[in-house]
């Protein structure tokens, strides 16, 4: 069955850490990418950071140099460490999976993060920045 489920969310406090996990089964980590998405209350979901053997790591702007993304191969788990973590974080933060980080298709230049491209989603884990 293909799947995704996400965990390791939590509360922290401003400057804090944490680092999330996409446990992927039934799709290979080599065949597809991995997104990380967040969806902040009465916002749209936005993507945050990719990874693929195609496309590479990929982050959003508002993200970059605080987060990294990595993944396991053997365990089929994508990671996200998030560093020095703002209010403006707080979100539920979901995995999910594509052709490219892109979506469906794929762009030499950076190209956003399609979400409708993207399948598999997971339930999702709440991060929480607040002191």
């Known amino acids: 069955q293909e799947q995704v489920v996400e965990s390791g969310g939590g509360l922290v406090p401003p400057g804090g850490s944490l680092r999330l996990s996409c446990v992927v089964s039934?799709?290979?980590?080599?065949?597809?990418?991995i997104g990380w998405f967040r969806q902040a209350p009465g916002k749209e979901r936005e993507g945050v950071s990719c990874?693929?053997?195609?496309?590479?790591?990929r982050y959003a702007d508002s993200v970059q140099g605080r987060f990294t993304i990595s993944r396991d191969k053997a365990e089929s788990t994508v990671y996200l460490q998030m560093n020095s973590l703002q209010p403006e974080d707080t979100a539920v933060y979901y995995c999910a999976a594509a052709l490219y980080c892109s979506g469906n298709y794929y762009y030499a230049d950076p190209h956003p993060m399609v979400i409708d491209e993207f399948d598999h989603w997971g339930p999702g884990t709440q991060v929480t920045v607040s002191s």
């Open positions: 990874i693929s053997n195609i496309d590479g790591m």
């Open positions: 039934g799709l290979s980590l080599d065949y597809y990418a």
